[in-house]
């Protein structure tokens, strides 16, 4: 039976995904065998598939997801770090007032002074992150434009 071109070509995608019957396939052979404008079109389509053909548009939109994505990655991570440090400044500065100073006996001072610089550290690490978080927006909403 001799099909004509394109009833084949309709049948090529199936026919290259191995989706269409064993009968289906023989009479594409068949024809494949036959006639080369057929074959190139079997040629197109496996090209197409190897190579997917990606337009400048879908590339944007695929680094614009990437970089949204990269910078909500770290806007979150400065948030954590913001949230994270400012809650550590606040327990070295409530603990240091709860733990309080004492006079011992032979006159030192004890005292839980380790934990001012720590707090210290803690505010500086949240100032930094603070403007980390700021950039990160900025550069965002550039980009958005
Ligand atoms: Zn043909």
Redesign the pocket.
Known sequence: MRLS?EI?RDLLPLYYDKVCSKESSSLIEE?LAD?P??VDELQKLKMDFQNPTITDGKVKLMENISEKWKRDKRVSFTKGFMLVSALGAMLCFIAFNVIGAEVLPDGTLVEPFALIPIGYIFILMFIISLICNFVFLKKYKIKIK
Do not use: G
Request: aromatic fraction near 0%; charge should be neutral.
């Open positions: 071109c084949i024809h006639c404008q057929c």
